[in-house]
């Protein structure tokens, strides 16, 4: 029987229609395909609570990103479309002015203003606390209290027995010395606070408190010590919130700001290095800040030998473009490495592109963006 023309040719092509047609209804479906996770939120089970080790600090643990708490009787009324969001924890930082930081047995109370604006608040909080300004070096960014003996407020602040001694001869000289200086990043000031006493070796020799002692030579704090000192900032962090509006400027400490931390090396108009005035622990850790704040994703690294493989494309060169539909996220490469290296007392940090990498993200880009998240 003879065929019509053109005939053979649609049968040919039937197949691949009905398995377009096929292909379509699956995509348009989803659901029907796919297992609808969403309502999982809401009917979870509460899991027990973290149950730490008997000597392990509480303090220094605490949740990344926080559930959001949902009433039961509200349970009922939530579908798919009503899951709620997760808090935005990178709000929550921003608008954080006074946050307590620690790192390698240090603390600190990180706040943003400049240190003109928080001496006079730091003077009023001593006064406050009973205990009073003895010796003050804006210069120095030092404040140093009278004898914390003689005040019950100041010994309650100090964790000194509620009583003194019989004999006042025979309890150690206390007092608390409060350092102000610039932070590493732009308009921001670092506090530090340490109770010292009579029977510290570094005061030895001294007409002890008649002067003002000199921030360095003092070991490091003890573990009840660095405790002390977190308590104190933290209630320190309260005082100046609580005083937002009544701040006044020292024209004293405000030649505290001359002298930047960190600073962009140039040559002509492309950037070469960051110089840090600070010790290779913080360096390393304001480098990392700066690289989570900035985006870019850490593949490896290695503290003791100073260099990080970060993955720092362009958005461009990450979007897979329409494919992305039928594969999974593409894992992080190696396109940079970025390196820290002590010198002279500073630290120097330089980027360097990786082997076989050609796209647009030269490493003075990278350094330049490392810094404006610096300072």
Known sequence: MPVLSGTRKFVAFRPLAIASGL???VATSGCGVLEDRSERYVNEKEGDSLELPEKADSSRFSQIMPVRQINSADASKMYPSDIPRPPDMTSEILEENYVVEELDNRVWLLVNDVPGRIWPAVTAYMNDQGL??????????LLQSELANFSMRARELLELPSEPAEATAAEPKVVLQVRIAPGVRRKTTEIQVRKLTSQNPATEGAAWPDELISWRGVSEPTAEQL????????????????????????????????KPLVKLVSEGDKAQSIQMDLDYGRSWAEVN????????????????????????????????????WFSDKEKARHTHTINLSDRDGRVQVTAEEAEGYAGDKR???????LFDYLY
Request: no cysteine.
């Open 289 to 324: 800040r700066s690289i989570t704040e900035s985006h870019i994703e850490v593949v490896d690294l290695n503290r003791s030998e100073g260099w990080l493989f970060v993955d720092a494309r362009t958005a461009e060169e990450r979007d897979p473009g329409w494919f992305s």
């Open 363 to 369: 490493a003075e880009d990278l350094l330049t963006k």
């Open 227 to 258: 405790a002390l000192q977190k308590r104190l900032l933290a209630g320190l962090g309260e005082f100046l919130k609580a005083r937002e509006e009544n701040k006044s400027f020292s024209r004293a400490a405000s030649g505290m700001v001359a």
């Open 23 to 25: 292909l379509l209804a």
């Open 132 to 141: 009073g300004v003895a010796h003050d070096n804006p210069q120095l960014g």
